[in-house]
């Protein structure tokens, strides 16, 4: 009996062994600065080796088991006469195949490349070279991430599974969130006068950014959950991670999160219609109210003031207005405008990616002479570091990634996805509004650092297996390619054709 529940255990664990590492990765994603490793200026953590070791066995065996085919389609058809055209003309067909078959996974890759071929192509305008290959590194991981969570995560269990790692990796920072509050260990807020915390993160914005990762997961799992367990631990994580949030004091993040909510309410009720309507009428209303003064003079002074936007100034003179209470806003507005300058300097490939810092001093404003590593605001961000090409790849991103999230929650009852139920919607909502939370902060701040870009890449990888069509052609005799991957290379492979790899 002993025995055969080992073996059982081992053919579980050799089958979904993919799936336990990328369920780690969130926790090291969020405890991974504590052991970070730098050999020549360049970061490794722990999230640089799941994911390199994962991508070399995936990748590695899917290679082997279709060694004979590739071998044989490369000796056979490209190193014959005018086998480059051949070979072309078969990527066009493959793609063009692929497009039809399924466009948010081709068009989300091609958005991903576009944008980590602008980086690598401004190492040759940056003045830190290292810098650039940074960059190159950290994106080129992302696609590597989205690809495995593809290949891996291929049921709703799955997908649930690597949701819930991210709800509990979330709960794990926000209950050390707490306890540095309840000990007066974190930052002191604008002002002196409140305590902010940040985790491992070492500053609340990030902080804050990474528990919004969590956060909508749990909230469309509260209220869309699949059974009643399910949204009483999904409740509980909702209070503790946004007694967290509250900690941190991220403007940012509670931006982020309040459109997250608006995103999970109105999709999760159907009321898609009513709330773009209120949005074309209701913005530009109060826009025009605002500016014509139809809003009280006290209301207005009570939003700026909760903004920390009343009264500034770039100017650093004793009598300028600027004070404990809006340092950090006029601080970001700073940085704001060093970034656009940099863009306007250098608008086609920018200064170099990762190279806001190294650039700073030419472009500062008088009085903010301090880089903070980035522009805090993402977009701002990659216009300056790789000019409009970069800027516009990184939009075409942007677009990608919220078309693929829409479409995941409104399947079209042409090509309905593979997941239908009720349950998998409430999983599609809630990444979706992570996305939606992650690309409002950014506004603000960047938040693909301390590795925060893979749990990114873990969210539309799993996006773009619930928006897959039913008429989308499985893997050969159903099996998937997670569990191909594990399974030890047979030397019976048959090898007359080549079968796709997806």
């Given amino acids: 009996m002993h025995t055969q529940r080992a073996l059982a255990i081992r053919r579980w664990l050799a089958a979904e062994w993919p799936l336990l590492v990328l369920c780690i990765l969130p926790l090291a994603v969020a405890f991974g600065s504590l052991f970070t490793l730098t050999i020549h200026g360049l970061h490794a953590g722990p999230t640089d080796l799941l994911v390199g070791a994962l991508a070399l066995l995936v990748f590695g065996r899917l290679l082997a088991r279709y060694r004979p085919q590739i071998r044989g389609y490369f000796w056979g058809t490209l190193w014959q006469r005018d086998g480059l055209r051949a070979g072309l003309a078969d990527l066009r067909g493959w793609l063009a195949r692929l497009w039809r078959r399924e466009p948010q996974a081709l068009s989300l890759f091609l958005a991903l490349a576009a944008y980590l071929f602008v980086i690598a192509l401004s190492f040759t305008v940056a003045a830190s070279h290292s810098s650039?290959?940074?960059?190159?590194?950290?994106?080129?991981?992302?696609?590597?991430?989205?690809?495995?969570?593809?290949?891996?995560?291929?049921?709703?269990?799955?997908?649930?599974?690597?949701?819930?790692?991210?709800?509990?990796?979330?709960?794990?920072?926000?209950?050390?969130?707490?306890?540095?509050?309840?000990?007066?260990?974190?930052?002191?807020?604008?002002?002196?006068?409140?305590?902010?915390?940040?985790?491992?993160?070492?500053?609340?914005?990030?902080?804050?950014?990474?528990?919004?990762?969590?956060?909508?997961?749990?909230?469309?799992l509260v209220l869309f959950g699949r059974d009643a367990?399910?949204?009483?631990?999904?409740?509980?994580?909702?209070?503790?991670?946004?007694?967290?949030?509250?900690?941190?004091?991220?403007?940012?993040?509670?931006?982020?999160?309040?459109?997250?909510?608006?995103?999970?309410?109105?999709?999760?009720?159907?009321?898609?219609?009513?709330?773009?309507?209120?949005?074309?009428?209701?913005?530009?209303?109060?826009?025009?109210?605002?500016?014509?003064?139809?809003?009280?003079?006290?209301?207005?002074?009570?939003?700026?003031?909760?903004?920390?936007?009343?009264?500034?100034?770039?100017?650093?003179?004793?009598?300028?207005?600027?004070?404990?209470?809006n340092f950090s806003t006029v601080e970001r507005l700073a940085h704001w405008v060093a970034g656009i300058r940099m863009f306007l300097a250098h608008p086609l490939l920018g200064v170099g990616a990762g190279n806001y810092n190294a650039a700073y001093s030419h472009y500062a404003i008088p009085?903010?002479?301090?880089?903070?590593?980035?522009?805090?605001?993402?977009?701002?961000?990659?216009?300056?570091?790789?000019?409009?090409?970069?800027?516009?790849?990184?939009?075409?991103?942007?677009?990608?990634?919220?078309?693929?999230?829409?479409?995941?929650?409104?399947?079209?009852?042409?090509?309905?996805?593979?997941?239908?139920?009720?349950h998998s919607r409430a999983l599609a909502i809630g990444l979706f509004a992570v996305i939606v939370a992650l690309c409002i902060h950014n506004l603000t701040d960047d938040l693909f650092v301390h590795a925060m870009e893979l749990q990114f890449a873990l969210c539309l990888g799993c996006l773009l297996t619930l928006a897959k069509p039913q008429t989308a052609p499985q893997t050969t005799q159903g099996t998937n390619l997670s569990t191909a991957a594990a399974a030890p290379i047979s030397s019976e492979e048959p090898t007359s054709q080549m079968r796709p790899v997806r």
């Fill in 367 to 422: 009085c903010w002479p301090e880089p903070l590593g980035h522009a805090h605001n993402y977009y701002i961000n990659a216009a300056a570091e790789t000019g409009i090409l970069g800027l516009l790849t990184f939009l075409a991103l942007v677009a990608a990634t919220l078309i693929l999230g829409w479409r995941a929650t409104h399947p079209s009852s042409s090509q309905p996805s593979i997941f239908l139920s009720r």
């Fill in 132 to 220: 650039v290959i940074k960059e190159v590194l950290k994106w080129s991981e992302v696609i590597a991430a989205v690809a495995l969570t593809l290949i891996v995560a291929r049921t709703e269990r799955q997908i649930r599974l690597l949701v819930w790692a991210m709800i509990v990796a979330g709960v794990a920072e926000a209950l050390l969130g707490c306890a540095q509050w309840a000990l007066s260990a974190g930052a002191l807020g604008p002002g002196g006068a409140s305590i902010r915390v940040f985790g491992t993160f070492n500053q609340p914005n990030p902080y804050g950014g990474y528990l919004n990762f969590a956060l909508p997961l749990a909230l469309a």
């Fill in 229 to 325: 367990r399910e949204r009483w631990v999904a409740g509980a994580a909702s209070v503790i991670l946004l007694m967290a949030q509250a900690f941190a004091n991220s403007r940012g993040a509670e931006l982020g999160l309040v459109a997250a909510a608006v995103v999970i309410v109105v999709i999760g009720l159907h009321r898609e219609r009513l709330a773009g309507l209120i949005a074309l009428i209701g913005a530009p209303l109060l826009a025009i109210a605002w500016f014509i003064h139809l809003i009280p003079r006290h209301l207005e002074n009570v939003l700026l003031n909760q903004a920390r936007i009343n009264g500034t100034t770039l100017d650093c003179a004793p009598n300028s207005g600027v004070n404990d209470a």
